[in-house]
């Protein structure tokens, strides 16, 4: 794999685990009422338990950064946990829970949508698990990373946004 690839990749899972956490400690209290609303952990760990994600998030952006193996193998983990907890609840009728993806601004529902992006991210990060090519990075690299990364969040921010207002029009048409 080219390094560009890699470093664009590692830079792009950073950003959206450090965007995720950062929407967690600005509500701490919202964040914790979601995972007790999951049901998965005994209600004496919920505490714990969201603190736990929202380390492991902080933790695996800087992973992936200083230990690309082990940051990209954590972060295609917590992903598929994340994947793995809304599919129970799906699979539970319980629609109606927020994903705890948005933050404070934004109550979104989880969805099959939700668990699909999450796998593909799993996917992507285990697919950067390839061997990396040993070649220097010159100047255009470095910038060509930075394009890349900012094109990728531009598109996740326009998609994220097209899936809010997607779920808006259907519960529009349901009350109508």
């Keep these: 794999m080219d390094p560009v690839i890699d470093a664009t990749v590692r830079t792009a899972l950073a950003l959206l685990l ?3 956490a950062a929407h967690k400690i600005r509500d701490p209290a919202r964040f914790r009422a979601t995972v007790a609303d999951y ?9 714990v338990g969201a603190a736990i994600l929202v380390l492991s998030e902080v933790a695996i952006a800087v992973a992936l950064a200083v230990a690309r193996t082990y940051g990209l193998a954590w972060a295609a983990a917590l992903l598929g946990l994340y ?4 599919a129970v609840n799906l699979a539970r009728g319980r629609r109606h829970l927020d994903c ?10 989880i969805s099959g949508w939700l668990v699909l992006r999450n796998l593909l991210l799993v996917a992507i990060a285990l697919a950067d698990l ?3 090519a040993m070649r220097p990075l010159v100047w255009i690299d ?19 946004r097209l899936l809010a207002t997607a779920l808006g029009i259907a519960r529009l048409r349901e009350a109508a």
């Design 83 to 86: 994947a793995a907890a809304i």
């Design 130 to 132: 390839a061997p990396v």
């Design 142 to 160: 470095r910038l060509t990373v930075v394009a890349a990364t900012a094109a990728f969040a531009a598109c996740w921010m326009a998609a994220d």
């Design 39 to 47: 049901r998965l952990l005994p209600p004496l760990l919920v505490t």
């Design 18 to 20: 450090l965007g995720a």
């Design 100 to 109: 705890g993806c948005t933050g404070p601004a934004l109550r979104r529902p």
